[in-house]
């Protein structure tokens, strides 16, 4: 009798290493969640195959890949680098109706990073698409504008504009590629102050989708952490607190403006940690892991996703 005992102890303490070896697997984190949309923004790519040459960088520094692995369907599409919100959320809308019909999906939880939050808001409030975005979550999205851009449309004499914005418009499809046509002059319009304040009135929230932001910042001017956008944590402040937007900014846009819908704050900063910049919020090319753990931070913005949706 104790022999049966010992052999059936044995046997249940097996089962889990079992299972494991027979290709098993437990639940995982984003089961249950609909599908995920990235969108990127101004300067941006996707994953798609459609982003031209920069598209052997990853833009999302494998965050797609990694939520597939936690459990969702993930879609990360390139829409027009450099152009407005209208015309970047009807690209979006076009790839995002054409991969849900092909895989028989109904609904969306749409993660839009920078401009990327605004193109999705557009698509779902102008374009028909609020029964399809349950959730809308924008990370460091300037909903209120962005002082850089003001301070680019003050600086530029008025001559000069058409022949940089040309030079702009040309060069960007070499690198991003796509076949609409680049506008460097309609994003700065729009994502001046005055820009998103009539952007905001003529793009009000859907009362079918929720609404979350996050935003990031950096905590002082820190080459090693931030190499591309250290140098302008100072003039982002003073432009911040110049159009009542504070100082507190991630070297691209003040903290204050990327809050909308329900804002639920910031990424957890690590000790040894500078803070967050622009770039590394969506973790371009992998820079995000110089200062915080990506993966986390979007896996936390899913999940509450799922769990609102």
């Known amino acids: ?40 923004g101004l300067f941006g790519w996707g994953n798609d195959g459609d982003a031209g040459a920069i598209g052997i960088l990853d833009a999302w520094g494998g965050l797609d890949e990694y939520l597939r692995e936690e459990g969702a369907p993930v879609f990360a599409p390139s829409v027009t680098a450099v152009q407005s919100s209208a015309v970047r959320a009807q690209v ?72 940089i914005a040309d030079l702009i418009n040309m060069l960007v499809p070499l690198i991003w590629g796509g076949s609409t046509q680049q506008d460097v002059l309609a994003v700065l319009e729009q994502l001046s102050t005055d820009g998103m304040a009539a952007f905001n009135q003529y793009t009000p929230d859907s009362s079918n989708t929720r609404y979350y932001s996050y935003g990031t910042r950096m905590k002082y001017v820190d080459y090693i952490q931030h190499p591309l956008m250290a140098g302008s944590l100072e003039s982002i402040c003073a432009g911040g607190e110049e159009y009542g937007l504070g100082c507190a900014n991630d070297g691209t846009i003040p903290l204050q403006t990327t809050k ?46 799922m769990n609102n949706q």
């Open 260 to 305: 909308w819908g329900t804002f639920m704050g910031e990424p957890n900063y690590p000790w040894y940690s500078s803070g967050v910049d622009h770039l590394q919020s969506a973790n371009g090319a992998g820079l995000g892991y110089l200062s915080y753990d990506p993966e986390g931070f979007y896996l936390q913005i899913a999940t509450n996703a």
């Open 1 to 40: 009798m104790r022999n049966k005992v010992l052999s059936g102890a044995l046997i249940l303490a097996l089962l889990p290493t079992a299972s494991v070896f027979a290709g098993g697997e437990g639940p995982k984190p984003l089961d249950g969640s609909y599908p995920i949309v990235l969108n990127h």
């Open 92 to 163: 979006l809308k076009e790839k995002l109706n054409y991969w849900m019909a092909a895989r028989g999906f109904t609904k969306v939880n749409l993660i839009g990073h920078s401009q990327g939050g605004l193109d999705g808001r557009y698509m779902v409030s102008n374009l028909g698409m609020s029964d399809k975005v349950a959730v809308l979550t924008t990370v460091a999205t300037p909903h209120r504008g962005s002082p850089s851009s003001n301070a680019l449309k003050d600086d530029v004499p008025d001559w000069a504009e058409p022949y």
